[in-house]
């Protein structure tokens, strides 16, 4: 596929208002996508976890207009309430998916959205927000073209997600989904994710993600100022290639239920992202001394007790702890006695992989 393929030129406008309605999950990353060129094209590929409690479901009322207008009309409900804070995010969006979704002029749209996870809250909701507004518009472009295929409706979701927001692209599937091509990712591909599809062992079909909210606080860097800090950072090749490495390397040991191995990599990568962003010019240091305080404490429990468990994290200072299933009641009791109050207002998310957005 290339982006031509995805410019809908043969499209008949709906006479009647049409209402869709997705729900699209979060991610997170094992192998960080940090580094970007032109829109949204990745410096390396990445892979990851897709999530299925935090979520975001989005509905939209498309109504037909007398006559096209010249950007898209709509209107946006956050939370049941009118927001216009992220109008102006939702316009550029709009103008860059405008080529390869021309009909979207034709229309009026209502747009309700809301997420499952406390607003906030730290957690990245650019993944979800953007990918089930991807495929709510692909709802729409499949009524006025009812003999798309399946695999063309999923891959467009993607690249429109991903034009909205990079790893928006990994999560319209599950459980594990790589973006960015690689000889490993089979029909792997810089414009949309694909689920990774080569076998991987029953242990991490049912991993679980608790997500530790040290930080609520507004994002300090955004993530576009990320990804632009490493043009010309003195270390950003060597990574590039470093993460093509890792990733290949996590790829046999989730075939093979190599947990220490896919400790190693997936901490490896966490540290490594954040060890960027603290050699970049201008520096951050987005960790918080608890962010430490926990991956100090999750590497000590891990030699006492011999469960797998590990950290990896966002551009934030929020952990996500990932371990097996099978180790859920202990992991979870751990956490409750030793790690609640460490989080702002005792706040953590449990979560677990799961297979990718649902039509509501
Ligand atoms: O999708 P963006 O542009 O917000 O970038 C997200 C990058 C990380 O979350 C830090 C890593 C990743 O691969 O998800």
């Known amino acids: 596929?290339?982006?031509?393929?995805?410019?809908?030129?043969?499209?008949?406008?709906?006479?009647?208002?049409?209402?869709?309605g997705w729900q699209s999950p979060s991610n997170i990353a094992l192998?960080?996508?940090?580094?970007?060129?032109?829109?949204?094209?990745?410096?390396n590929a990445s892979l990851s976890f897709t999530l299925s409690q935090c979520a975001t479901d989005t509905s939209i009322v498309f109504s037909p207009l007398s006559k096209p207008t010249r950007s898209v009309d709509f209107v946006l409900i956050f939370d049941k309430k009118k927001n216009t804070d992220f109008r102006p995010k939702m316009i550029d969006f709009f103008e860059r998916i405008s080529d390869y979704c021309p009909y979207l002029r034709h229309y009026h749209l209502e747009i309700c959205s809301s997420n499952s996870f406390p607003h906030s809250s730290g957690i990245a909701s650019s993944a979800s927000a953007m990918s089930a507004l991807a495929l709510c518009i692909m709802e729409l472009e499949q009524h006025q073209q009812p003999a798309?295929?399946?695999?063309?409706?999923?891959?467009?979701?993607?690249?429109?997600?991903?034009?909205?927001?990079?790893?928006?692209?990994?999560?319209?599937?599950?459980?594990?989904?790589?973006?960015?091509?690689?000889?490993?990712?089979?029909?792997?591909?810089?414009?949309?994710?694909?689920?990774?599809?080569?076998?991987?062992?029953?242990?991490?079909?049912?991993?679980?993600?608790?997500?530790?909210?040290?930080?609520?606080?507004?994002?300090?860097?955004?993530?576009?100022?990320?990804?632009?800090?490493?043009n010309g950072h003195p270390f950003s090749e060597q990574r590039f290639l470093q993460a093509q490495d890792n990733l290949a390397e996590l790829v046999t040991a989730l075939a093979e239920g190599d947990v220490n191995t896919f400790v190693r990599i997936v901490e490896l990568e966490a540290l490594t992202l954040h060890a960027m962003m603290m050699t970049s010019d201008p520096s951050f240091v987005l960790m918080k001394p608890n962010t430490l305080h926990i991956i100090q404490a999750v590497r000590v429990y891990r030699k006492e007790t011999g469960i797998p468990l590990c950290f990896t994290l966002d551009a934030g200072a929020n952990v996500h702890l990932l371990y097996p299933n099978e180790n859920a009641e202990k992991v979870m009791d751990w956490i409750e006695n030793e790690w609640a109050s460490y989080c702002q207002n005792h706040q953590y998310i449990h979560d677990r992989v799961g297979n990718g957005a649902k039509k509501m």
Not at 1 to 20: A, G, H, R, T, Y
């Open 31 to 43: 192998i960080k996508y940090w580094g970007k060129t032109g829109i949204q094209i990745p410096k």
């Open 148 to 230: 798309m295929s399946e695999l063309y409706f999923k891959q467009k979701a993607s690249f429109l997600a991903r034009l909205g927001s990079g790893s928006a692209c990994r999560s319209i599937e599950g459980p594990l989904v790589g973006w960015g091509t690689h000889p490993r990712i089979t029909n792997s591909s810089d414009l949309y994710g694909v689920v990774h599809s080569d076998s991987v062992h029953p242990i991490f079909a049912s991993y679980r993600d608790t997500v530790l909210l040290v930080d609520r606080g507004q994002k300090e860097v955004s993530s576009t100022l990320g990804h632009n800090l490493m």
């Open 1 to 20: 596929m290339n982006e031509q393929q995805f410019i809908s030129s043969d499209f008949s406008i709906l006479s009647q208002p049409l209402s869709v």
